[in-house]
């Protein structure tokens, strides 16, 4: 089992920042990938972002130049650093991972993004 706790969303006016941390524990070293999902009301749940194991990451286009993932491993934690934000960007943000070992993805409890002036 692997819990995930997420911080750090919050209201931010357009052009603002705001960073998103997800720790991790229990059984880490069955984590292939962690990352970031979002879901605005009335949209489909997207990835924002991925790292793996071997740090390859992944980011949605329409977030590229603004967004960065990272991880700090002797921390068990993701960072996802949030720059320039967009109204657009308003979603619920969720932490993810993916254990191939045992056959499932954990879930954050999510935290709530909000860009508005």
């Known amino acids: 089992q692997v819990q995930l706790v997420e911080s750090g969303g919050g209201l931010v006016q357009p052009g603002g920042s705001l960073r998103l941390s997800c720790t991790a524990s229990?059984?880490?070293?069955?984590?292939?990938?962690m990352g970031w999902y979002r879901q605005a009301p009335g949209k489909q749940r997207e990835l924002v972002a991925q790292i793996t194991s071997g740090a390859s990451t992944t980011i949605l286009d329409s977030v590229k130049g603004r967004f960065t993932i990272s991880r700090d491993n002797a921390k068990n934690t993701i960072y996802l650093q949030m720059n320039s934000l967009k109204p657009e960007d308003t979603a619920v943000y969720s932490c993810?991972?993916?254990?191939?070992?045992?056959?499932?993805?954990?879930w954050g409890q999510g935290t709530q993004v909000t860009v508005s002036s």
């Open positions: 229990g059984s880490i070293s069955s984590i292939n990938a």
């Open positions: 993810v991972a993916v254990s191939i070992v045992a056959g499932q993805d954990y």
